[in-house]
């Protein structure tokens, strides 16, 4: 055996060892010698065989002149009466309840044992270990121990009197071992000092001998007792504890049936501390996981939010590529078609209105048309005060369709506008005025700090002047787009004539006045069928009967090329076509100030058109302009 008293010093709280490996707590008797009689054995047998969880293990003892000593298991946590001191230490009801589960299973041991009872129980002799577990220690050995010249023994002595019973106090020749009726007193005490956390006697503010004192002699015929009214505990505990320490010994419960008055305490614990605390853990564990998962959650959500956001002001190839780390750059498009619209009378219209209402106003107009646009592929290039600029035919390629998509689009909006309330103005009708011109184009994302993805060319600014130097109401469009929507089919155009535009001299431009749905429908729908199969050319057009028109593409016919450009433009296509087949559905109602009619019809100044492009469309299928009104229009309507 090792002595460590430098450790123990430290951080143990009593003299330790080391014995075959193991950490032991050494007890050292304060005599010099010892004879080992026949009781002497009796009661070293009688401890070793003592093995309970709740009791400290006897390891040996040292019989050596001068070198006396007990040794025991260690624990590392020390005393009861060190931990209730720990003020740092929050013992809730588990701990508690475990506590003093683990006292009353170590003293029914003990008093079902050979040693019958403890004789000096109190918070010193119930040992913490690692695991929270509580051992009783000193009991047994009473004539081993016998003898001994304690330094302090009157001081330490007087200590021990505040957990003795009043009988065992008063007897002349008290048994070393005392009785299980005094060890259950005892218990009444430890329990108070478990409760109250405020030593074996609370608050009461006089001196240990007193105490004793006026336990052992009554005053008056008055027991003296702790004080109980500021514990605050449970009435079944308060009662409990009261009848262990009651004056006559008879009248305390055996240990066994203190047990069954605290059973409540152990109401939906498990047997011991560290059960429990392994219960907690896992609870703790599983509320983490659900922790984790919600702040994933969050997490995925903020990142939804945040790549929605990057969404909204770049394209989404272009923000994908960004967030990759790709480098961008800048692209020439062969034909892409550009629509600008602004809102003639703005600067009046916000001369007489509020900044508010002016930021209302233009928030409930880009909410609309923000709306409208996502039924076609087009992407929003910026807004710009009341300014709108829209493309079609890039970041993503789309042929031709690029033109028929900007137009649908705008005579969508149009049709739009003209319903548009203004809060503040009701009964104002806003007065939007659109061009639209089809051309080369470079685009590429400008700025580090905030990018923007912008457009650059003459075809832009033509645009431009196309939305400039048209009229409320009306989609003005350049010979270009025009011819463009000719190939596309399905679009009826007016001739403007020769206009003139400012820095490009005199232009062919074209008012655009209306379109056959079912044009764009069927071009979709074709469309659809040729990505889908891999065979997408966005210059073919196929041109299937009415009925099939609004037939949905079926599963069987997908084929996916693997590419994901492509992939994505049929995804976009496909998305396009059911939002188109709704909208064809749904416009079999008349919409206020516009023609319709279920048959064919014809325009004089745009009969050519009619002509070219419905010759391979579907001709049952509703065709409806967007006029004023049919008075406005001349010629006949079949
Ligand atoms: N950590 C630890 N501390 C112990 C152990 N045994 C005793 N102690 C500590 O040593 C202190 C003194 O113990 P003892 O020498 O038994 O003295 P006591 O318990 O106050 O008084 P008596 O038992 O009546 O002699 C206890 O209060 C504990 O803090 C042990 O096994 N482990
Ligand atoms: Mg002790």
């Not at 029914?108 to 040992?127: A, E, P, T």
């Not at 705008?410 to 548009?420: E, N, P, S």
Request: overall charge neutral; glycine content about 8%; aromatic content about 8%.
């Amino acid at each position: 055996m090792v002595d460590q008293p430098e450790l123990s010093h430290k951080r143990a709280y009593t003299r330790i060892g080391l014995y075959r490996g193991n950490i032991v707590a050494i007890k050292l008797l304060h005599k010099r010698s010892i004879d080992i009689t026949r009781n002497i054995r009796k009661e070293l047998k009688q401890i070793r065989e003592a093995r309970h969880e709740n009791l400290i293990p006897f390891i040996g003892a040292c019989v050596d002149h001068g070198n006396l000593c007990v040794l025991t298991a260690y624990c590392a946590r020390g005393s009861l009466e060190d931990v209730l001191a720990n003020k740092d230490l929050h013992l809730d009801n588990m701990f508690v309840s475990s506590l003093v589960s683990d006292i009353l299973k170590g003293m029914i041991y003990l008093h079902d044992s050979d040693i019958v009872s403890h004789g000096n129980f109190r918070s010193s002799n119930c040992l913490v270990d690692s695991r929270w577990v509580l051992q009783i220690t000193d009991f047994g050995l009473h004539e081993f121990k016998a003898g001994q010249e304690e330094p302090d023994h009157e001081q330490k002595e007087l200590r021990r009197q505040l957990w003795r019973a009043p009988e065992l106090l008063r007897s002349p020749n008290p048994p070393p071992q005392g009785t299980q009726k005094g060890d259950v007193y005892s218990f009444g005490i430890v329990l108070y000092e478990i409760m109250g956390r405020n030593g074996p006697w609370g608050p009461v503010d006089i001196s240990h001998e007193e105490i004793v004192e006026r336990v052992r002699n009554l005053v008056d015929g008055r027991i003296f007792r702790p004080p109980t009214e500021c514990l605050g505990i449970a009435d079944y505990i308060l009662r409990c504890m009261k009848s262990c320490w009651d004056e006559d010994p008879e009248q305390r419960p055996d240990i066994r049936y203190v047990r069954v008055k605290l059973k409540e305490m152990q109401a939906g614990l498990k047997p011991n501390i560290f059960d429990n605390m392994l219960a907690i853990m896992e609870k703790y564990a599983y509320n983490l996981e659900g922790l984790v998962q919600e702040r994933t959650n969050q997490l995925m959500e903020e990142k939804k939010k945040t790549e929605a956001l990057l969404h909204r002001m770049l394209p989404k190839t272009v923000a994908e590529a960004l967030k990759r780390g790709d480098p961008v750059e800048a692209e020439s498009f062969d034909c892409v078609t550009i629509y600008f619209s602004d809102i003639v009378g703005f600067t009046e219209l916000s001369a007489i209105s509020t900044p508010l209402q002016v930021v209302d106003l233009l928030n409930d107009l880009y909410t609309c048309c923000d709306s409208i646009i996502s039924n076609y592929d087009v992407y929003k290039v910026e807004t710009i005060g009341d300014a709108y600029m829209v493309v079609s035919g890039l970041p993503l390629r789309n042929g031709n369709r690029h033109a028929g998509e900007i137009a649908s689009m705008a005579l969508h909006l149009l049709k739009r506008i003209k319903r548009f309330e203004i809060r503040h103005q009701t009964g104002e009708q806003l007065r939007l005025r659109i061009g639209i011109h089809s051309g080369q184009c470079v685009a590429g994302v400008v700025g580090l700090k905030m990018p923007r993805y912008c457009l650059f060319g003459d075809t832009v600014n033509t645009a431009s002047r196309m939305e400039s130097s048209g009229e409320a109401f009306r989609i003005h469009i350049s010979e270009a787009t025009r011819n463009l929507l000719d190939l596309l089919g399905g679009y009826y155009c007016e001739e403007r004539g020769l206009t003139p535009i400012k820095g490009k001299g005199e232009m062919w431009t074209y008012w655009l006045v209306g379109e056959d749905p079912a044009c764009r429908l069927a071009r979709l729908r074709g469309q659809t069928i040729s990505s889908l199969v891999g065979n997408f050319s966005s210059d073919r057009f196929t041109g299937p009967e009415t009925p099939d028109l609004l037939r949905h593409p079926t599963s069987t016919n997908i084929l996916t090329t693997g590419d994901s450009t492509s992939e994505s433009k049929a995804e976009i296509i496909h998305q396009l076509h059911i939002r188109a087949m709704k909208s064809y559905s749904k416009q079999q109602e008349v919409f206020p100030g516009l023609t319709a009619s279920s048959s064919m019809l014809r325009i004089p100044s745009c009969g050519r058109n009619i002509a070219n492009n419905c010759g391979r469309s579907h001709r049952s299928a509703p065709t409806i302009t967007f006029q004023e009104s049919p008075a406005a229009l001349p010629g006949n309507y079949v």
